[in-house]
């Protein structure tokens, strides 16, 4: 089981414990790359994907030697051990590479949750068809993508799904403002220094609209991986900057909890705009990267959209705010009209559950494990 950054690495043990509780007969012994989690799961850790992690090139190139020792390393303990199956999760720079030797070695490959290719670097499905036995994918088009050029592929549900089922919280009642209080907004910047440090100013920006239209108070959203002293400073540089102040609190809790408190929220693209669709909660999106990436990536880029919700609903119902279209008038005009009128928040709750409803309920960790379960029996005999 290989995964390099955190949020891989908790899909791969809930993956893991349902594999466990659905083959107690089967003897199977994990290993691979992963972090705690994993490692309560059973798996015997070759790496920690703490210390894996990139933010972008130059940090990629920093954790060369490690990306290279820890290939290795996976390589000489498959030998070993005579490994039958991998599991390969997300990070696919890594992943892409090691299918291939992993392929000739005559282990079965299967990927859960795999790279994006229907947005972009779509050339990378050559390599996927020839390493890989089986793509068990999160997003229902993706099996139909797969299918059409020669890939087996299943769609096993999404492991967004799967949590907030679990927690039973997809069923949360929306906020609604009460006459006479102010709205509430939730800002998500995301996840990680670099792309916070980017976006938080431009939601900042929007909230200050927002402030001058409609009474309103604001959340940020602290990831895990942020701290909250990070956020601190650059809200201080802000407000430096711009001579102003908002009513605004530093919010250490999970996305599933805290979307269902709150009226609207901005949200970097990713994983949140999911939670947010599946929770119905009225968002705009917002995604931004450095312009020399952004020009150098474009014109790998298939996709006209970067929301999920309108992926997955096959049309626009989150308005995206990307690049120079990104700014703070921009952005905070859509939120006011959302809190304004209470119909467009009711008309883009009920297309946000329409998109929901496309995904399933299906649990993801459940189905895949299936169809692990089938791999293991065959491999066993």
């Excluded at 947005?119 to 050559?126: P, T």
């Excluded at 890989?132 to 299918?147: A, G, I, N, R």
């Excluded at 956020?231 to 809790?253: A, F, H, K, Q, V």
Aim: proline share 5%.
């Amino acid at each position: 089981m290989v995964t390099g950054e955190t949020s891989g690495e908790q899909h791969a043990a809930g993956l893991i414990d349902e594999v466990n509780r659905q083959c107690p007969e089967l003897k199977v012994e994990w290993f691979g790359s992963g972090g705690e989690r994993m490692s309560e799961a059973g798996v015997n850790l070759l790496a920690d994907v703490s210390r894996l992690a990139a933010i972008g090139p130059w940090d990629a190139l920093s954790l060369l030697s490690d990306y290279v020792k820890l290939y290795r390393r996976i390589l000489k303990e498959t030998r070993i051990r005579g490994t039958t199956v991998a599991i390969l999760v997300d990070f696919p720079e890594f992943n892409l590479k090691l299918a291939r030797r992993l392929k000739k070695m005559g282990v079965f490959v299967c990927y859960f949750i795999g790279p994006q290719i229907w947005a972009w670097r779509s050339s990378r499905v050559r390599q996927i068809s020839r390493w890989v036995d089986l793509m068990l994918v999160v997003l229902p088009f993706e099996q139909d993508f797969y299918e059409r050029r020669q890939v087996s592929a299943r769609y096993v549900g999404n492991p967004s799904v799967s949590r907030l089922n679990r927690a039973q919280s997809r069923e949360a009642v929306p906020r609604r403002a009460q006459t006479g209080q102010p709205f509430l907004v939730a800002l998500f910047p995301g996840s990680r220094t670099q792309e916070v440090q980017r976006i938080l100013p431009v939601q900042l920006d929007a909230a200050l609209h927002i402030s001058g239209h409609c009474p309103v108070r604001f959340w940020v959203a602290q990831a895990p991986g942020v701290s909250g002293q990070q956020l601190l400073g650059i809200y201080d540089s802000w407000r430096n900057r711009t001579n102003s102040s908002l009513p605004l609190e530093i919010r250490e809790e999970g996305s599933s909890s805290l979307l269902p408190q709150v009226d609207c929220a901005i949200i970097k693209s990713g994983t949140s705009t999911l939670e947010a669709t599946l929770l119905q909660i009225p968002f705009a999106m917002v995604y931004l990267m450095p312009w020399p990436i952004w020009f150098l990536l474009r014109p790998f880029v298939r996709t006209q959209s970067y929301c999920l919700a309108n992926l997955i609903a096959g049309k626009t119902i989150v308005p995206e705010f990307v690049q120079r279209h990104a700014t703070g008038a921009n952005i905070g005009a859509c939120i006011v009209q959302l809190l304004v009128d209470e119909k467009k928040r009711e008309t883009m709750r009920e297309q946000l559950k329409e998109a929901a409803d496309r995904l399933g309920r299906k649990d993801a960790y459940r189905e895949a494990a299936k169809c692990l379960r089938e791999c293991f029996l065959e491999k066993q005999g």
